[in-house]
């Protein structure tokens, strides 16, 4: 049988911070898809986290923003960016899960 390679497998989830990478060197998602070789639809997918990229694809894109794979893919969700500068850790902020 094959894994499920969407969204409602949680057990097995791929968390990414492909479009945080993208935006920070200013690079399109038609932009990325096409340095990798998939069509932009694919890489929004995988942003909104509704696909889980396929090792190549992973590398591919790591190799494309000189990451390593940690970097940009992760069993566990990424820390945002503003919880790691905020000066009380112990404050969520609004729309926080935690």
Same mark, same amino acid.
């Given at each position: ?31 990325? %898809? ?6 932009? !639809?694919? @890489?929004? #997918?995988?942003? &909104?986290? $509704? ?19 940690? %970097? ?6 990424? !820390?945002? @960016?503003? #919880?790691?500068? &905020?000066? $009380? ?10």
């Amino acid at each position: 049988m094959a894994r499920s390679t969407r969204r409602d497998d949680d057990t097995r989830r791929i968390h990414n911070r492909v479009n945080v990478v993208r935006a920070e060197v200013g690079m399109s998602r038609a932009q990325l %898809a096409e340095l990798v070789g998939v069509n932009p !639809q694919t @890489i929004g #997918a995988l942003e &909104r986290g $509704d696909h889980y990229p396929s090792l190549q694809l992973a590398m591919s894109i790591c190799e494309v923003f000189d990451l390593p794979v940690e %970097a940009v893919f992760s069993r566990t969700p990424f !820390q945002s @960016i503003a #919880a790691s500068y &905020r000066r $009380d850790p112990e404050v969520p902020a609004r729309g926080d899960q935690s």
